[in-house]
C-alpha cells in the first residue's frame, strides 16, 4: 500500500514531467507490464476528474496502465456512482489518496453558470442532473465580488465546484469516513489549467506538502 502523501509526491513528479515534456511513460503498456496486470491491479491514487478531452488524467500526471484509478464525468460531481466507484477502490485495491481534479474553462461550470444567469436553459434532464450538482456550489458567487466578471466568475466556479466534491466525497460515506478516520485515506482537490499543464492542489494537502 503506497501511503497518501507519498502518492501525492508521485502525481506531482508526474505533473512537472508532463509540463517539461520530459515522459518516463510510454503510451503504450509493454506486453510484460499488460501480462503482469492482468493477475491485479494496486492503483496508487484515485482521480475524479472531468469527462473533457483536453484533461486525461494519465497523461496530465505521466501515468502508465495499473497506476490511476480514474472515474471521470462531465464537471467532477459526485453522484452516488462515484462515491461507489471510490469507496470500490479505497476498499479493495488499498489506494489512499483521492484527487478531485477540476479544470479552467470546464465545460459544465460554464453551462450551469449560464443556466443561473437566464443566458441558457438545459433541456435535457439527464444534463440537467450534472447541472443540478453544479449549483449549489456556484449560485452563492453570483452575489459575489466577482459576479460581474465572466471569467473571475468561471475561475471562482472550478475552484468552488472541486471543493464541493471533495467535501462530498469526505462526509457522503461512512466507509469513506471511517478509512479518513483511522487509515490514512486523503481527499484533496486540484485544477489543471489548460493553458500552462500545471495541476494546482489548493485543497486539503497538509501544510508544507
Ligand atoms: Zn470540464
Known amino acids: 500500500m503506497i501511503p497518501a502523501l507519498e502518492a501525492l509526491a508521485r502525481l506531482r513528479d508526474g505533473n512537472r514531467r508532463f509540463v517539461a515534456v520530459r515522459s518516463a511513460t510510454t503510451p503504450l503498456a509493454s506486453q510484460a507490464r499488460r501480462s503482469e496486470l492482468v493477475s491485479g491491479q494496486e492503483p496508487f491514487a484515485i482521480i475524479l476528474g472531468c469527462s473533457d478531452s483536453r484533461v486525461p488524467a494519465e497523461l496530465v ?120 478516520e483511522t487509515d490514512g485515506l486523503l481527499v484533496v482537490g486540484a485544477k489543471y489549467s489548460l493553458a500552462t499543464g500545471v495541476v494546482n492542489f489548493f485543497d486539503g494537502v497538509p501544510d508544507g506538502r
Open 61 to 180: 500526471f505521466d501515468q502508465g496502465f495499473g497506476d490511476l484509478f480514474v472515474i471521470r464525468v462531465a464537471g467532477n460531481i459526485v453522484a452516488p456512482s462515484q462515491i461507489g466507484s471510490v469507496e470500490f477502490a479505497a476498499a479493495r485495491f488499498h489506494t489512499r489518496l483521492v484527487v478531485v481534479l477540476g479544470h479552467s474553462q470546464c465545460g459544465a461550470i460554464t453551462a450551469t453558470l449560464e443556466e443561473l444567469l437566464g443566458k441558457a436553459t438545459t433541456e435535457s434532464k439527464n444534463l440537467r442532473s450534472i447541472v443540478d450538482r453544479v449549483r449549489p456550489a456556484v449560485e452563492d458567487l453570483l452575489a459575489g465580488p466577482h459576479g460581474e466578471e465572466p471569467e473571475a466568475l468561471l475561475r471562482e466556479a472550478v475552484l468552488a465546484n472541486v471543493r464541493a466534491s471533495v467535501q462530498l466525497l469526505r462526509h457522503g460515506s461512512e466507509l469513506l469516513e471511517r478509512l479518513i
